[in-house]
């Protein structure tokens, strides 16, 4: 949904950027499918086979560390978005907040 999301941004705001972000959320979505695909056959197996776990936990640490490193590009993104933005406008109709 957020992909969804992100790409609708990239037409509105006709910036590129966020159609980079949609992607990369999309691909890791893929690989949350992934994970529940392999859960699901853990889970039927009824095997605690240590590999399967393994691989299992590979995959969420990849989610984590890809969705990570989207949302600090996504935040850096909006934070030099918005400077340009209120830099742009007349002299004291806009600030950004604190931080």
Do not use: N
């Amino acid at each position: 949904l957020y992909a969804a999301f992100l790409q609708q941004a990239a037409e509105v705001l006709e910036d590129p950027r966020y159609l980079d972000f949609s992607t990369r959320l999309t691909a890791i979505g893929d690989t949350w499918r992934a994970f529940a695909g392999k859960s699901a056959r853990i889970f039927r197996s009824q095997k605690a086979e240590p590999a399967a776990f393994l691989e299992a936990a590979a995959l969420v640490r990849d989610c984590g560390q890809r969705e990570r490193a989207l949302f600090d590009d996504v935040y850096v993104h909006e934070k030099s978005r918005a400077s340009r933005v209120v830099s742009a406008l007349p002299a004291g109709q806009a600030q950004l907040p604190p931080g």
